[in-house]
Nanobody
């Protein structure tokens, strides 16, 4: 059974860092791209980063470029999101999701391309 489990969220001061993990089970992770999304209260869920199945392609939302880095370790069946220089506006619940397209050499940030989601992890950036 496919499962995605996020971890690593928490409370951090502005300018701080967190590393989120997305542990994937029930599917061969190397065959699929993974996306990270976030949803702040009262706002739509938005795609912030993604990585293709073999890690050859990545994509970032403009607001996180240069601050966030996505990576994957297929042997550990885990995808990471390193978040640096965090800002209060990064506060949200963060979700990882699996791209429905197997073996894709690219990735996109639109929700419609993802069909399995984790439960989310809260990230709060506040002093």
């Amino acid at each position: 059974q496919l499962q995605l489990v996020e971890s690593g969220g928490g409370l951090v001061q502005p300018g701080g860092s967190l590393r989120l993990s997305c542990a994937v089970s029930g599917v061969t992770l190397a065959n699929y791209g993974i996306g990270w999304f976030r949803q702040a209260p009262g706002k739509e869920r938005e795609g912030i980063s993604c990585i293709s199945s073999r890690g050859s392609a990545t994509n970032y939302r403009d607001s996180v470029k240069g601050r966030f880095t996505i990576s994957r370790d297929n042997a550990k069946t885990t995808v990471y999101l390193q978040m640096d220089s965090l800002k209060p506006e990064d506060t949200a619940v963060y979700y990882c999701a699996r791209d429905w397209r197997p073996y894709s050499a690219s990735c996109v940030l639109g929700k419609e391309s993802y069909n399995f989601w984790g439960q989310g992890t809260q990230v709060t950036v506040s002093s």
